[in-house]
């Protein structure tokens, strides 16, 4: 998930899509996010590269909408809903997912089994 | 001892591995130096060594030729390794007998030579102005008031002159040392030749042509005082000025137990070095205590008695050098075998000696207290109460020593110091803190720690008379890396010279406005 500035960012992406959970007053989606261009990217503990200014999945409610959506512990948020999520604040990167009108976030995310699954299944024969 | 052939042969090993071009001071240096130099008791008499070569080599040339009947005709001379002050008591007599004996002849000349010198350089422009006047008085122009206004001025530069040479020059010597000043020497040379050229000149111009113009002549002399006023400038700065500035860092290391000062110094000659060095030394370094060594040179002793290497094949075999290698192999070999235990030694007895110094401390420190405690100092109205009991400071300090006298005692042996004070010392202190309004510690302060040379009584300052061993001429100056030592008799003085690096700065301007911070932070939001 290295990446150089200036250059396209690519990454092998999956497709989470989950269905935010109403309680009470608000709609909550279970899990907590962390990172951001504002932010000390060198106290990320999920990060590969310590310059890693992305926005990471750092806890998982077990039984929430994200758990059951197949979101894990660790992963990084590329895309959400199509607004992208590799260059922003941190209060941005909460904005975009907790907006009152939408119901359901669809994330693109990755993490570093799924380059190496795709580079295993690439080198088989 | 031969102090001729001993003077010259130096100055000649000296000349000849310097290559020195100033042959007229050496032939001064011998006629100086004829006799030994000794002088009141305050100063210090740095001599230069007899010609021995430095390498310290003549051990084995001694060792060539051994006579097996040596034991039986020779007669030992004992006394100098553990009771040194035999050998002090000696060298003392004999300063004494000098002193009383000899008038300082090498002193005396140069008091008179810088006596004539400063006669003839004041006299001499007063001779310009007289001269004339008495010499040809009937040829001679009136001058009028510009002569009188130079009149004014000679006297008063005479003046300046004349206090300036004596606050210069004329300050009571601190030492003798063993080679000419050169700087000195120089400008005295300069001086005699300037104030030869203005005779000359006079001499030629004026009293043969028997010139008329007066206000020419006084004009002359007023030069001639004024040149003499910045030769003294040119004194001034070649003598003190221009050793203020300190470049040379110079590490000074006691021989016998390794205390070392540094000292910084500007640019000296190794003479003058040495000198400043010792003015440090006798305030800076702790007294030099010969009975500490005692315990490293008995552990030494034993080392060497454990093994005793026999020579089967008698005296004149192969070369010296080699039968010495082979004796030293072997008894490091028969060392290296032999399980030693001293260290194991030497680590308990120093534990022991640590806890009872302790102990003996803590013992005098309390007699001492509760001895200040019985002396009071009598207030204004309580004098007319009982006059029988009032006691000055030497009868008070008689009074309470006793008491504290047995742990002092006891202390000043466990630390070895009790040579350094006598009873009459320890009263004579006690007096003084109490007069001071001391308190115990105070008056403690100087037995507990060995303290500078300076603190003890005058017999303790026991050398006077030091020695200047150095390889380079000792009126070179100090260069970096040079080693010279300062030898008395019970120990040497190492001193190494380093010269202080040319320092190189630059600047570096940061601006107050761009000290701005950031929060480094890693929060988290659950969504």
Known sequence: ?125 | MDTESTYSGYSYYSGRSRGSHRHGERSRDRHKSRSKDSRSEKSVTINTPPAEPLLGDSSVRGEQVQDDNWGETTTAITGTSEHSLSQEDIVRITKDLEDSVGLDCRRYFTLTLAVILGLLVFLTPLAFLVLPHLLWPEKLQGCGTACEGLFISVAFKLLILLLAVWALFFRPPRAGLPRVFVFRALLAVLVVLFVLSYWLFYGVRILDSQDENYQGIVQYAVSLVDALLFIHYLAIVLLELRQLQTCFSVCVTRSTDGETRHYNLGQLSIQRAALAILENYYSDFPVHNPALLSASKSRAAKHLAGLKVYNVDGPGNNATAGMAHSQSRAMIAAAAHRRDASHNELYYEEAGHERRVRKRKARLVVAVEEAFTHIKRMQEEEQKKAPGDVMDPREAAQAIFPSMARALQKYLRTTKQQHCHSMESIQQHLAFCITNNMTPKAFLESYLTPGPTLQYSRDHWLARHWTLISEASVTSGLRDGSIFLLKCVDFSLVVTCKKIPYIQMSEEYIDPKSHKFVLRLQSETSV
């Open chain 1, 1 to 125: 998930m290295a990446f150089t500035p200036g250059q396209p960012v690519t990454a092998v992406v999956q497709r989470i899509e989950i269905q935010k959970l109403r309680q009470g007053d608000n709609l909550i989606l279970g899990f907590s996010i962390g990172g951001g261009i504002d932010q000390d990217p060198g106290q990320n503990p999920f990060s590969e590269d310590k310059t890693d200014k992305g926005i990471y999945v750092t806890r998982i409610s077990a039984g929430g909408p994200a758990d059951e959506a197949g979101l894990r512990m660790g992963d990084k948020i590329m895309q959400v809903n199509g607004w992208d999520m590799t260059m922003v604040t941190h209060d941005q990167a909460r904005k975009r997912l907790t907006k009152k009108n939408e119901d359901v976030v669809r994330l693109l995310v990755t993490r570093k089994s799924l380059e190496d699954a795709v580079r295993q299944s690439m080198t088989r024969p």
